[in-house]
């Protein structure tokens, strides 16, 4: 056997022994040291690292590597038309797969360093983002629903809490009645995982009762929902078949946007290139045009990072204040 096949079989019993994919001596380490090892990187964290650890072997790449192997993977990922920053997600996963194995990371080499700024600058890495939705148009989204079916009145809610929890579609397909706290002045939701939160830090959101009057309150549109339903524990938006009846799992993140789709296409907003992301965008984009805080948002959308947030705030305040708003000669 070959020294690389040696140091490849070293690197395959180390990856099965730990399934958290770290390589640490678990010897003289207590019960509770192995079990805050094990928890220190979160399962979804794990999944999404081997999905691109696949594509990366699937396209002959070997594990360790080389700075030459990852230099030629990432330059044929760029050739290809993959994105500046899926490939930065490759980078990621394979420098930390590498990080975990007690291995040096080919990924931190000047050469391969140099590849990841050259596709940076060699293509418009400007991210495409989902445009807001606006509450005039979710309330011409919501009204060509028809709520007097359970898809309609499961589709009104679940639009509703999109946008008023600022919530992404992967965060508001897995809430559970027991994540519902429920008070005179609204709600309050547990949300439990999220996109930059994936260490179990636990997270509440609480959305306001609107006036008895209103139609599109999220709160009251959430009680008729469950009520219609007869959901009173485990997920609270489930799959609907074509016939009406009502599945036992909690429905998908892919459906929510298909769903959506459906109805902006009834609603006549197909135009506009809406997206599950653009409830979430046109919460944060309404309350900071209506002077909310940056406090008071934060609470809602969950934003910890302020450049992120701000890209939101931008994209708001670009047509407000505008330095172009004189359009006669008076002064």
Known sequence: MTKHRQ???VVARRAEANESGIAVNHEGLSREARRLLSQSVSANTVRAMRADLRVYQ?????????????ANYFSAQNSLGKKPATILRYANSLHMWHRYMNLPSPVKTMAVRSILRGIKFSRDTRQSSAPALRLKELHVLLDDLDR???HGLRDSALFL???YGAFRRSEVVVLACEDIEWRPEGITLTLHYSKTNRSGRIETKSLMR???DSVYCPVGMLEQWLAASGITQGAIFRGISPKGRMGAGRMTAHTLYVRMKKA????????????PHSFRAGFITEAHLRGKSDLQIKRISGHR???TFEHYIRLADAFEQNAGDFFSLEG
């Open 305 to 307: 990072d302020q450049r």
């Open 148 to 150: 007097k079916t359970l």
């Open 58 to 70: 699937k396209a002959g790449g070997v594990l360790p590597a080389t700075e030459t192997n990852i």
């Open 7 to 9: 140091r490849r079989s």
């Open 161 to 163: 809490l999109s946008f």
């Open 210 to 212: 609107a006036p008895p």
């Open 264 to 275: 902006l296409e009834q609603a006549g907003l197909t135009a506009q290139g809406f997206s």
